[in-house]
């Protein structure tokens, strides 16, 4: 089983910045890809971000140029720097992983998710 736990998250006004991060823990053989998702109030979770392990990334249309992902391989934590942030950046953030284990299972595994509040 692996464990995700993000932190970071809090109250920011517009045009502020915020950083997350997602640590990984637990029994497992691999990380593969690791991702941010988000649901505001009301509405389905949608991709944010994501990353490989060899570090290739893939971001969302709406919200490229405002963010950057990036992990520590050895850490098995994943960040998600945002900045310019909108009051429609106002969600909870799930971290998300993709989980190779030592028995070959693969598996995607889900953080509890971190607030993230955009208003002045």
């Known amino acids: 089983q692996v464990q995700l736990v993000e932190s970071g998250g809090g109250l920011v006004q517009p045009g502020g910045s915020l950083r997350l991060s997602c640590a990984a823990s637990?029994?497992?053989?691999?990380?593969?890809?690791m991702g941010w998702y988000r649901q505001a109030l009301g509405k389905q979770r949608e991709l944010v971000a994501t990353i490989t392990s060899d570090g290739s990334t893939n971001y969302a249309d709406s919200l490229n140029g405002r963010l950057a992902i990036s992990r520590d391989n050895a850490k098995n934590t994943v960040f998600l720097q945002m900045s310019r942030l909108k009051p429609d950046d106002t969600a909870v953030y799930y971290c998300?992983?993709?989980?190779?284990?030592?028995?070959?299972?693969?598996?995607?595994?889900w953080g509890q998710g971190t607030q993230v509040t955009v208003s002045s």
């Open positions: 637990g029994s497992f053989f691999s990380i593969n890809t």
């Open positions: 998300n992983a993709d989980v190779q284990y030592t028995n070959g299972d693969r598996g995607t595994s």
